[in-house]
């Protein structure tokens, strides 16, 4: 069983930061892709960003120059570094993971179970 556990959520002023963070756990054989999507109430979840095991990494064009994402391959960590932060990054954030679990090499995708980022004055 893997589990993704996510932490770092919560209420911050327009132009602040929030650093999301995210450690698989449990049987895990290698991790490919790691990312990051969220859902503002009323819309689809999208990509904000992702990270290739071999460090490539792609942004949504809105969080492009604000976030970074990075991992720590030895802890199964993801990160999230949020910077000038706006109303409009409101959401639900949840962490995505590609994870090989066994020598099959067949990957199995999971998710985390989402935390809330509010941006309001």
């Known amino acids: 069983q893997v589990q993704l556990v996510e932490s770092g959520g919560g209420l911050v002023q327009p132009g602040g930061s929030l650093r999301l963070s995210c450690a698989a756990s449990g049987r895990i054989f290698s991790i490919n892709a790691m990312g990051w999507y969220r859902q503002a109430p009323g819309k689809q979840r999208e990509l904000v960003a992702l990270i290739g095991r071999g460090g490539t990494i792609n942004y949504v064009d809105s969080v492009k120059g604000r976030f970074t994402i990075s991992r720590d391959n030895a802890k199964n960590t993801v990160y999230l570094q949020m910077n000038s932060l706006k109303p409009e990054d409101t959401a639900v954030y949840y962490c995505?993971?590609?994870?090989?679990?066994?020598?099959?090499?067949?990957?199995?995708?999971?998710w985390g179970q989402g935390t809330q980022v509010t941006v309001s004055s």
């Open positions: 995505n993971a590609t994870i090989v679990v066994d020598t099959t090499n067949r990957p199995y995708d999971y």
